[in-house]
């Protein structure tokens, strides 16, 4: 069974309105909130993560789907569970890896048990006093799709670890290309300009899960077809160099980018518009275009859950 099979369980289970996009908008209380998890040997392996990166990183993500909101990153609380034999060292680097990566906002707590192996998981909230708040389906017919961050160094980064040799690359780039994986960038600058100059409904979402796929959702949400000329998607030089690279732009994931759709396009890097339709539209330099259906898509992304 796919993970996205599991939420479509829990939203029918608890017919909650809140559950569908990047974080819950409680607008009774003006916040957002979030949570995400990372299981080691899932998420992450400590033999190419510090105790720092760690800490860091399992922020990051969750700073990144406040982003995704449109809302201001604001608290945080951890619940870490952790080996016995875990060093007092490791719990002093990994919380300032992650104070590092509050980017403004404010760890307030937690929780800390014990278990056979590291567990993360964080829960974010962001406020959204002068800021319009996102949704997956807030897609109209005629705004443009904008991006932020760079795709596909993330998942090259990580087969690097992983043990790819790229003999192509020099070493600075496979280093860049491995700091893309373990310290993300939330892309909070791009999330404020465009909830505070988009006046009406729009769409945004982290690419954690992969460029393709948070197209596909806000199309599906949306119910509109987001046309996007692929040749204007920000990458990495260095990704030029290695074959089959469309495959880890499209579907590798991991790069905390955001995309969104909106009315207001100055300074915003351009990759397409939304359409009457259904599904993604690829368009390449040399007109051909690919028609990428939800279940396409879906087919090529990552599974937590073995099937």
Known sequence: MKEKEFINIIQNTLSSKYIGDDCAYLEDLGIVVSQDSLVEEVHFSRRYFTPYQLGYKSVAVNISDICASGAEPKYLTIALSLPDKT??????????????????????????????KIYVSVCAIGSVK??????????????????????????????????????????????????AHIMPKPQMEFSKRI???????YA??????????????????????????????????????IPNNKDFILYGGE??????????VSD?????????????KLNYSDGTYD?????????????????
């Open 291 to 307: 028609l990428l259906s939800k279940k396409e898509v879906e087919n090529k992304l990552y599974k937590h859950f073995k099937e």
């Open 130 to 179: 002068g800021r319009k708040i996102s949704s997956r389906g807030g897609a109209k017919v005629g705004q443009k799709v904008v991006i932020s961050g760079k795709h596909g160094l993330s998942a090259v980064g990580l087969s690097i670890l992983s043990g790819q040799n790229y003999e192509q690359l020099f070493e600075d780039e496979k280093k860049r290309l491995i700091d």
């Open 255 to 264: 790069d905390y980018g955001l995309v969104a759709t909106t009315d207001e």
């Open 204 to 241: 945004m979402m982290d690419t954690s899960d992969g460029l393709a796929d948070a197209l596909s959702v806000i199309a599906d949400m949306s119910g509109v077809m987001l046309e996007i000329y692929y040749d204007k998607i920000p990458t990495d030089a260095a990704l030029v160099k």
């Open 87 to 116: 060093e007092d060292k490791f719990i002093e680097d990994f919380y300032n890896g992650a104070k590092d990566a509050c980017f403004g906002a404010e760890i307030v707590g937690g929780d800390i048990t014990g278990a056979d």
């Open 268 to 280: 915003f890097t351009v990759i397409g518009e939304v359409k009457s339709g259904s599904g993604v």
């Open 195 to 201: 909830a505070t100059c988009q006046m009406g409904k």
